[in-house]
């Protein structure tokens, strides 16, 4: 079990649907990270909210586009996506982003985009 | 970018002890992770170098030396439960994560 709280754990999607991944902590972090995860690869960055402000984009195509309604919340809209696009996807939180303190993550979420 | 190298797979066998190494080459260098990650689940903190030296937390410590870009981490007491990929992670000073590709250690009995 994690502090961070992901859901779904699982999500198969066509490519012209629209979901969202939702992330939840309760830590009181005011950092909040989405990672992309493929299969026996490391976690690579997509987005940074810092203080609920999107503060990094990592060139993330504008069909993945994040949301942090809250200090508590982080979701991910997905639209259009494209079979390449199925991945784990891990939300991790910190306590600052310019803190010492390490991200923790959540499970994440498989994504099978058909 | 970062060039983080670690080992793609070590073995050893149950009650050992592996050691992980990592070199990096990058600018802005703000820190050092190391996570474990079993398959299917999220990674999890296991150690953080900032300053050179080694830091000790129960079976697992890491060593950082930051001239030589240069880290380890090693697992002493080694238990079947162990046996996951190892990711070690730099931080740079826009405090951005950029993770190595991470070793598997396969523990035997």
């Known amino acids: 079990d994690t502090e961070v709280t992901q859901t779904p754990k699982h999500l198969v999607m066509g490519m012209t649907n629209k979901k969202s991944l939702k992330c939840e902590q309760h830590m009181g972090h005011r950092a909040m990270y989405w990672y992309k995860q493929k299969a026996k690869k490391p976690p690579e960055l997509m987005f940074v909210?810092?203080?609920?402000?999107?503060?990094i984009n990592e060139s993330v195509p504008s069909r993945f586009s994040p949301e942090c309604p809250n200090s508590s919340l982080l979701n991910l809209h997905l639209h259009a996506l494209q079979p390449e696009d199925s991945a784990l996807y891990l939300c991790?939180?910190?306590?600052?982003?310019?803190?010492?303190?390490?991200?923790?993550f959540g499970d994440g979420t498989r994504l099978s985009i058909l | 970018g970062q060039n983080i190298d670690q080992p793609t797979e070590m073995t050893a066998t149950e009650g050992a002890i592996v050691q992980i190494n990592c070199t990096y080459q990058t600018s802005g260098f703000n820190g050092l992770f190391w996570y474990q990650q079993h398959a299917g689940e999220a990674p999890t903190f296991l150690s953080y170098n900032v300053l050179d030296g080694l830091e000790e937390k129960g079976r697992f410590s890491s060593f950082l030396s930051r001239s030589k870009g240069y880290s380890y981490l090693l697992l002493k007491e080694l238990q079947m439960k162990d046996s996951a990929s190892y990711l070690c992670a730099v931080r740079t000073n826009d405090y951005k994560l950029s993770f190595g590709a991470g070793t598997t250690v396969t523990v035997r009995a």
């Open positions: 909210y810092s203080y609920e402000k999107l503060s």
């Open positions: 991790a939180s910190s306590q600052a982003p310019h803190s010492n303190q390490p991200q923790h």
